[in-house]
């Protein structure tokens, strides 16, 4: 079946610190590939996208690159601020399935001074 | 535009209660989902909806109803609340065109504890 998996957290960093949060997906056909991010009591925001391989979704200073050779969807940041402590969940999208999403179980980012 | 909105934002239920969550958008957009958030798991989605009059199960379904008579409106309906629904509800949206690319756009939440 189709299903993400991210990797588990929390993730604890220094703030400047550079971030990456692993993601990978399995899928029949050819998804499309989102980071959506959850702040404390807030509901969910998209944080950036990709819709076909080799595609590099950005926003905000975070950066995924979509690789459909190693079905991974990689999230990146080069120095991270105590701001960006959040939740963040990866998902994908499949036309043939009425655009519904499936989330990964997303990973906590805890940023320090 | 105030985007999609829910109510309440908490709500305490006794076992055997039902209640609606209530869920607005007023981006004028065809599809619409509920999905329900248990802690330290990612989003199941309930039910969704592709436009007025037209309505589909998601991946759990099972205790939960919904309709869709108005293009802005799309209300959750609990039956007989159970301990195991227990959780945050999210209601999204999203635009008609440009298929799986397009964003959907997410409420705040709803936290709902039964009890």
């Known amino acids: 079946g189709n299903s993400v998996t991210q990797m588990e957290g929390p993730v604890t960093l220094s703030e400047e610190a550079f971030l990456t949060i692993n993601c990978t997906y399995t899928?029949?056909?050819?998804?499309?590939l989102f980071w959506y991010v959850q702040y404390p009591g807030e509901g969910l925001q998209l944080l950036l996208k990709a819709t076909k391989a080799d595609d590099k979704g950005s926003n905000k200073g975070f950066e995924a690159t979509y690789r459909k050779e190693t079905t991974s969807f990689h999230l990146e940041k080069g120095s991270v601020q105590v701001s960006d402590s959040a939740v963040y969940f990866c998902a994908l999208s499949l036309s043939y399935n009425t655009d519904k999403l499936i989330f990964g179980t997303g990973t906590r980012l805890q940023v320090f001074p | 535009n105030a985007g999609v909105t829910q109510t309440p934002k908490f709500r305490i239920l006794k076992i055997g209660q039902s209640m609606t969550l209530q869920c607005t958008q007023d981006m004028n957009h065809n599809y619409m989902y509920w999905y329900r958030q248990d802690p330290g798991m990612g989003l199941k989605l309930i039910y969704y909806?592709?436009?007025?009059?037209?309505?589909d199960k998601g991946e759990v379904p099972n205790g939960y109803n919904v309709s869709r008579s108005t293009t802005e409106d799309f209300p959750l309906r609990l039956e007989l609340a159970a301990p195991s629904q227990t959780s945050v509800y999210f209601c999204?949206?999203?635009?008609?065109?440009?298929?799986?690319?397009?964003?959907?756009?997410f409420g705040p939440g709803t936290r709902l504890l039964v009890l």
């Open positions: 909806s592709v436009g007025a009059g037209i309505t």
């Open positions: 899928a029949t056909g050819y998804p499309s």
């Open positions: 999204a949206s999203r635009r008609l065109a440009g298929g799986t690319q397009e964003t959907q756009y």
